[in-house]
C-alpha cells in the first residue's frame, strides 16, 4: 500500500475509495497522498535512476578517443572511474545526513544539477587541462551519491509492505539497464557525431527532463510517514554522532560485510596468483571451491539463526568472506578470454547481466517466495521471520549452481585463452581451425575445399 489519501464523501466523512484531494495537514492527521501521485513519483525517481546509473559508465563507451583527445596514458585512464568512486563514497555520509534533517527534494534536484552541470562543462574542456576533466568526473560522483542515497529512502516513505518491495525491485532494475545504456549512449553518440563532447551534451537534455519532473511530481513525505510513524513536530532533532551510534548496534551485518569483503578480495586473487604458477585452471577453481564451501556456510547461518546468533554470524562472516573471493578473480578471468579490443563490450555485459540476474531481480523474487510462505500462516512476527528465512534458503542453492558453473568453466578456459591470444582480429581460419577446437575441448572435423 502507499501513503495515500481517500477522497471525502458526503458530508466530509472519508469514503472507502478514490483518489481526490489529501485533508489539510496537522500533527493529529496522517500524512497522505493520492495513489497515482505516488506511481508517477515512483516513476519518476526510477527515470533519473537510469540516468544516474548512465552517467556511471558513459565514459566506458568513448574512453579511447577521450584518452586520445587529453593524451592520457592507459595507467592513468582507471584514475577517471578511482576519482568518481571515491568522491561518490566520501560525499554519501553527507548527503545521508542532509537527507535525514532537511529537503529531501531539495538535495536531490542540487544532485541532479551537479552531475548534469559537470558533465555538460567536461565537454569543452581544452586538451591541456585534463586534470580538470579528472575533476569534473568527482563533481558527476558527489552529484550521483546524492541521489544513490536519498531516492530510496523517499520511495520507502511512499510505499509499505509488498508494493514497496516491488517498487524498490523496479528502482534497482535500473541500474543495470542505465549501466548498459550509458556504454550504448556514449558508443552510438560518437559514432554518429565523430566527437565524443557530445555524448556529454546528450545527457544534459534528458536531465533537464528529469529535473522538471522531479520538481513538479515527486513530493518530500514526513519521514516514516506511509507507516504512519510521522515525526511530531517541535520533537528534538538527535544529532549525527548519535544517528551513528545508534546505526551502529544495528550494523552488525554491514561490518561483517565490509570486512570480509575486503579480506575475500585479498585472498582470492592471492590464491589466484600463487596457483596459476601450477593450474592453468587455477582461477575457476578457485571460484567453485569458494561457492560450494560457502553455499553451506550461508545455509547453516541461516538455519541457526533462531537457535544461536553467535553461530550464525560466524557461518555468516565465512560465506561472505567465502563469497568474495570471487571478485577480482571472475574479472581476471573475463579478460583472458576476450579480445582486447571487446573488453570494454564485455565489462559492460558482465555488469548488466550480473545484476539483472542478481541484485535487480533477487530481492523482488525473495520477496515473492515469502509472501507465498506467509499466505497460509498466522499473522505474527515469528511467521514473518520463518517465511523470509525459508525463502532466503533458495539463495544457498542458486550458489552452489554457480559453483557448478566454474567447473564447467575450467574445462573451456584454456581453449578459450588460447583463442584470445591469436594474433590479428581473433577469427580462425581454415588452416589452424582443427588446433584451436581441440584447445577448447571440441573435436571439429576440418575439410579442404
Not at 497522505?32 to 525517481?45: G, I, Y
Not at 545526513?97 to 569543452?124: E, N, P
Not at 585472498?267 to 575457476?284: F, I, Q
Not at 537457535?307 to 557461518?315: D, E, G, I, Q
Request: with cysteine.
Amino acid at each position: 500500500m502507499s501513503a495515500e489519501c481517500r477522497e471525502p464523501g458526503p458530508g466530509g466523512h472519508s469514503g472507502a475509495s478514490g483518489s481526490g484531494a489529501c485533508l489539510p495537514r496537522s500533527t493529529s492527521a496522517p500524512w497522505c497522498l493520492p495513489r497515482w501521485r505516488a506511481r508517477a513519483a515512483a516513476a519518476v525517481l526510477c527515470y533519473v535512476n537510469l540516468l544516474n546509473y548512465m552517467n556511471w559508465f558513459i565514459v566506458a563507451g568513448m574512453l579511447l578517443d577521450i584518452q586520445n583527445f587529453f593524451q592520457i596514458q592507459d595507467s592513468n585512464a582507471g584514475l577517471l572511474q578511482t576519482v568518481f568512486i571515491c568522491c561518490l563514497l566520501l560525499s554519501a555520509p553527507v548527503f545521508g545526513y542532509l537527507g535525514d534533517r532537511h529537503s529531501r527534494k531539495a538535495t536531490l534536484s542540487i544532485g541532479i544539477l551537479l552531475w548534469s552541470g559537470a558533465g555538460l562543462a567536461s565537454s569543452f574542456i581544452s586538451p591541456q587541462y585534463s586534470w580538470l576533466f579528472f575533476l569534473s568526473r568527482g563533481v558527476v560522483g558527489i552529484g550521483s551519491a546524492s541521489y544513490s542515497t536519498i531516492a530510496p529512502t523517499v520511495l520507502g516513505d511512499l510505499f509499505v509492505r509488498d508494493q514497496r518491495t516491488r517498487v524498490l525491485a523496479i528502482f534497482y532494475i535500473f541500474i543495470p539497464v542505465g549501466s548498459g545504456l550509458g556504454y550504448v549512449l556514449g558508443s552510438a553518440v560518437l559514432q554518429l557525431t565523430g566527437n565524443w563532447r557530445w555524448g556529454f551534451r546528450v545527457m544534459p537534455c534528458l536531465e533537464a527532463v528529469a529535473l522538471i519532473l522531479l520538481i513538479a511530481l515527486v513530493p518530500d513525505p514526513p519521514r516514516g510517514a506511509a507507516e504512519k510513524q510521522e515525526e511530531a513536530v517541535g520533537t528534538p532533532r538527535s544529532s549525527w554522532c548519535e544517528d551513528v551510534r545508534y546505526l551502529g548496534r544495528n550494523l552488525i551485518f554491514g561490518i561483517l560485510t565490509v570486512v570480509t569483503g575486503i579480506i575475500g578480495v585479498v585472498l582470492g586473487a592471492e590464491a589466484s596468483r600463487r596457483y596459476k604458477k601450477v593450474n592453468p585452471r587455477a582461477e575457476p577453481l578457485i571460484c567453485a571451491c569458494s561457492l560450494l564451501t560457502a553455499a553451506p556456510c550461508l545455509y547453516l547461518a541461516l538455519v541457526l539463526a533462531p537457535v544461536t546468533l553467535l553461530a550464525s554470524y560466524v557461518f555468516l562472516a565465512l560465506g561472505e568472506l567465502l563469497l568474495s573471493c570471487n571478485w577480482a578473480v571472475v574479472a581476471d578471468i573475463l579478460l583472458s578470454v576476450v579480445l582486447p579490443r571487446c573488453r570494454g563490450t564485455a565489462e559492460a555485459l558482465q555488469i548488466t547481466v550480473g545484476h539483472v540476474l542478481g541484485d535487480a531481480g533477487s530481492p523482488y523474487v525473495t520477496g515473492l517466495i515469502s509472501g507465498i510462505l506467509r499466505a497460509g500462516r498466522p499473522d505474527s512476527y515469528l511467521q514473518s521471520f520463518l517465511s523470509l528465512q525459508q525463502s532466503f534458503l533458495c539463495c544457498t542453492f542458486v550458489i552452489a549452481l554457480g559453483g557448478g558453473c566454474f567447473l564447467l568453466t575450467a574445462l573451456r578456459l584454456e581453449g578459450d585463452q588460447a583463442l584470445a591470444r591469436q594474433p590479428g582480429t581473433g577469427t580462425p581460419d581454415s588452416k589452424d581451425a582443427e588446433s584451436r577446437a581441440l584447445l577448447s575441448g571440441t573435436r571439429v572435423a576440418a575439410e579442404d575445399p
